[in-house]
């Protein structure tokens, strides 16, 4: 028992424990803690998924007495997550349920933020290779009576002689090592010049491979790309969540957790840097051999193990990074205040882009390295995007492309070489999974798969993390959780085409099969997708009314979106539809086509285009004429605020139902039943 | 047919067509009320916004969402738009339920919800003043002077325009601390509309009106 102010709290199953001021919520200690628990609406109580439960009672091996009584009052929000039943075994809500006294907590499978599995995988994209940073071995003469040069102007002039770079700075921490360096190569050295202006890094002899990292910062998962800047070859691809997640699912929720907290610019900017510097590490630690430790320190033969090589990098080894994201994250990651961003006419505080060393933003690489961070379009529409414009490159093209990139925020591009407009519009995070009543992220056990049987209407699916569907698996083998972003659009595509639904998103009132039923708790109607003896969270899960309905509206705001920009730009059809995203490579071109995520066109004209964003910080990170085309494009790309059109409340509302209230989908023919598409 | 049956199938006919967004049929409805001479107030109440109420709760359980929601509100329109002029003043000085000033506050363009939320006031009788959307802070109290509303209505779709609201309740309680004041849109929740001080919330379009004539009757209690 602690006195005081304080209390003892101890989570369950990962034995987490620690001592917290009195009267923190329960997500607040988890967080001081060090325990993940799920908090998609950001502890405004309306999302039901931080659902914990109190343990009563003794606990000897603690040493402390655990009960409801310490958790603070019940709250009128939870009754809505909670039944009676539940709420006798001691279940509360997270955000709701205060720290009075001390307590054991028991956090079930379902509330704990699982490790995502992210399919940010590097695609070949054609790249030109012209690195910002560039390696040049130079011999100097030592020093003489005759010929006393200094050190650095020594390697000056060998660097224009041999290589004809002019005027060069050099890095003033960098100096400080220079005469050791130039001695230990005995007068042989790597020097690497950034932007042929600055020397920022000198090796003693000849370095062969020199390495950089491409940094997505998404709102929900930050990807690195670890490639080596000589051969242009992506080394590794590590990932995680983005550390800030805790504050909120959105951007719109970091933001206020900024205006709400004097210190909350500061912390979230502190756990991305923290996060960066722990990718770091992770993709260094990947160039190790398995097991073997580190070598005595500045040894790194490369080593072949399996007809693998083993670079051994550690992060001074990592000599340029750039980084894309969308201008909120692009703002807290710079410490920028993102205030203005959230408030239409949303202007962001920089358009163009930055170079700023890596050791004054914290950033563990070379401490002479630069970091470039790309520039952003529009308040809603950011680096993210600029990455997207320079990977995919439309403005080069004849063709008019359709670009959609989903995420947190549906982003647009449209147009060709003539005219380029983008734009974005709130799809909100239900194609992530949260706001549905089984929705999850990507992680093991979400269905990401589904396929219903038109004359049965019986489900297949298939989840992360297992290859056999449903149908080829023991119900107890499919450990099933929840449903993720690839799975919510297949469910709404594959509802409709069986007519499980109408056109109008309701259920049809003739059903075929019993998974169609009335759930008697919330009296509403439900479909369900897996039966509780195949999940591993022991109850059925279902699509309610509600989650279609919010599916309905994240596909509404993206198809009208494009809609409106392609009348804007006098067109009716496109040439290609590209659909960007970190889920972009999981996504079903033919389901995202019958559920209405974009006007109709040629299936094969549609394309998955994976992590576009990511593409593009590669392609900025080994060639620096890339850096000027993403100003370039940044600048003359239109953008358009979509929900000011005078008909957008029309347009979004006729795009609410699937796949469209009135525009026809003659590519659909074939694909779903006549009586069904012509309802 | 007598007029009694008459009154009540015209009545049917508009809350019928109300619900199934049958634009025509309502408008036809409205004329036919006005041709047979039966009172404009007593179609407006108990046939179009019957119609509405039973779309409320359609819309409640989800069966009926959004883009029904509008065509239903269409539907109503057109009917409203013929009877209206035909209301006699005395059938509203009798009921006369009050005004509201509404509007999204500034920073946000989003307004189909606020749309909606104003269509039910009207139909419930209300006089509204709608400011629109983006809404400069300080217009909100201004209009509730000038026009000396009972309720003031905010609506906000994002969590960081939302912070805005804080600041509006601040302005008119300080003039004002009698005028009733409302808030609404997706991140809004209870806890949000007592931390701003605000008097009530409403999760949907249906419980809006509800809600605001329950804040007058006790505005009214209070100032007797």
Redesign the interface.
Known sequence: MVQGDKATVIFQPSGRRGEVRRGLSIIEASRQIGVDIETLCGEKRVCGKCKVRIEEGFFEKYGITSTEKHAGEWQKEEEKFINAEQREAGYRLGCCAKVEGDLLIFVPEESRAGKQVVSKAARDIHIEWNPAVRYYYVEVSEPTFESPTADLERILEELNKRYGLKDLDIDYVLLKQLPSQLREGSWKVTVAVWMNREIIRVLPGTVEGYYGLAIDVGTTTVAAYLCNLATMEVIDTVSMMNPQCKYGEDVMSRITYHMMHSDGLEKMSDDIIGGLNSLVAQACEATHPPKKKKAANKEKPAQIEEGRAYPCLDHTDIIDMTIVGNTAMHHILLKLNPEYVGVAPFPPVIHKSMDIKARDLGIQINESAYVHVLPNEAGFVGADNVGVLIAEEPYKKHEIQLIIDIGTNGELVLGNKAKLMSSSCATGPAFEGAQLTFGMRAAPGAIERINIDTETHEVDYKVIGRDAWKTYSKPEEMQTKGICGSGILDVLAELYRSGVILKSGRFNPNQKSKRYRINSDNNQPEFVIAWAEETSIGKDIAITQKDVRQIQLAKGALYCGCKLMMRRMGIDKVDKVKIAGAFGTHVDREKALIMGLFPDCEIDKIVSVGNAAGDGARAALLNREKRQEANWVSRNVEYIELTVEKDFQQQFMEAMQIPHMNDQFPHLKGIVPDDILSQ | MGKKELREELLKALSDGVVNFEEEKVKETAQKVLDEGLNAYDAVMNGLAAGMEIVGDLYD????????L??CADALYGGLDILRPHIKMEDLDQRLKGQVVIGTV???????GK?LIKMMFEVAGFTVHDLGR?VPLEKFAEEQMRTDSEIVALSA????????MKKVVQMIKEKNPNVAIMLGGA?V???VTDLFGADGYAESAGNAVQEAIKMISRLREMQK
């Open positions: 359980k989800h069966e009926y969402f959004v883009p029904e509008l065509m500034q920073g946000d363009v989003h307004d189909i749309n983006d779709m994002m969590t960081t325009t939302m912070m805005g991140p929740t209870k806890d």
